[in-house]
Each structure stands twice: as C-alpha cells, then as structure tokens.
C-alpha cells in the first residue's frame, strides 16, 4: 500500500513561514501605547496575514475571505454589526448572483454559445471579432466604448485596415 508523503515541498513551506511569521512579527514587534491600541494591532496583524495569504497563495481566496471578519471579531474585539455591514445590503446579493451566473453560463456552456454567435455575426474575422468586442454595448448605453475602440486601432496596428474596410463599406464580402 503506497502512503502519501505528508511533508510540504520546501517552496509551499517557505510560503506559510512567511504568511505566518510577518503577522506575527507585527503582532509581537509593536509597542502597544494610547494611541496604537492591542486591538488595532491586531487588526493590523490578522489584515497582513490576509493580504500575505492571497499574495503567496497559501491559502484559498475565499477560504482567507471568509475568515477575515470571524477572526477580526473574535481577535479584535470588533462588533459584529461593524464587521458585517458591508455585507448587510445589496452586497452580497450581487456577489452570490454574480457567482450563480457565472457557473451557469461554464455549466451550461452558454458563455462559449454567446462568443460563437458574436463571432458568427462579425464575421469570422479576426478583426470582425474585435470589432464586434469593441464596439458591442448594452441597450441601455447610446455609445461605444472609445477606449477599446483606440486599443483596436492602436495596439493592433495589422488589422487597422481590415478593421476600417469592414466598418466603411457598405457590402458584406460573401463567403468562398
């Protein structure tokens, strides 16, 4: 029977030295007076772990981001209500909504449908296809975008003509 090795690889172990140790030498190398309380050092200390967590990635990202306010609460001795405000209002329903979306359309391949059909409408072309990015907006919106309108004719210079072609005449190229 073959045992896994429970030992971390040396580059994963140097990131959780570093994620643990530089909170702790905030924690313990301040002075704590009147105006640089226990508690704000603390908070300085937990908000260090998280910012070196998500940095070395030591941790899952939404692991650190549901932890941060419990230990901010338990750690710091923060009020509930001042942790959580944040997520108190419409917060939370756009990010849950925002995440249910965004799994349907992988699940569902609606995302790879979409991009398809922009490219099929723009016509196959690379530059259609930018085109079609660049200039496609809401309903709701009476522009388009003119940033990404000069990335298109800037930053791709090669398909500056092709882009220009396909917008000024007014046939479409029939297919071979």
């Known amino acids: 029977m073959h045992r896994k090795n429970s030992v971390l690889p040396a580059d994963q172990a140097c990131k959780w030295i570093v ?5 702790s030498a905030v924690y313990f190398g301040l002075q704590h007076n009147e105006t640089l309380t226990q508690p704000m050092i603390a908070f300085f200390a937990l908000t260090l772990w998280a910012v070196t ?3 070395l990635n030591t941790l899952n990202e939404i692991a650190v981001a549901l932890l941060l306010p419990i230990l901010y609460v338990l750690c710091c001795g923060i ?3 001042v942790v959580l405000a944040p997520w108190l209002s419409d917060v939370p ?3 849950i909504g925002g995440f249910i979306i965004g799994r ?3 699940l569902t391949g609606l995302g790879k449908r979409i991009a398809l059909v922009c490219v099929k409408l723009t016509g196959g072309s690379f530059a259609g296809a930018l085109a079609g ?12 975008c003119p940033s990404g309108l000069c990335f298109c004719c800037c930053a791709l210079p090669s398909t500056e003509k092709a882009f220009a072609e396909r917008f000024t005449s007014s046939t479409r190229r029939s297919a071979p």
């Not at 990015?133 to 388009?144: A, E, M, V, Y």
């Open 79 to 81: 009020d509930q209500r």
């Open 133 to 144: 990015i660049t200039l496609f907006r809401p309903p709701s919106c009476t522009r388009p």
């Open 93 to 95: 329903i756009m990010v």
């Open 104 to 106: 349907l359309t992988q």
């Open 53 to 55: 967590a998500w940095a």
């Open 19 to 23: 994620t643990l140790a530089l909170p």
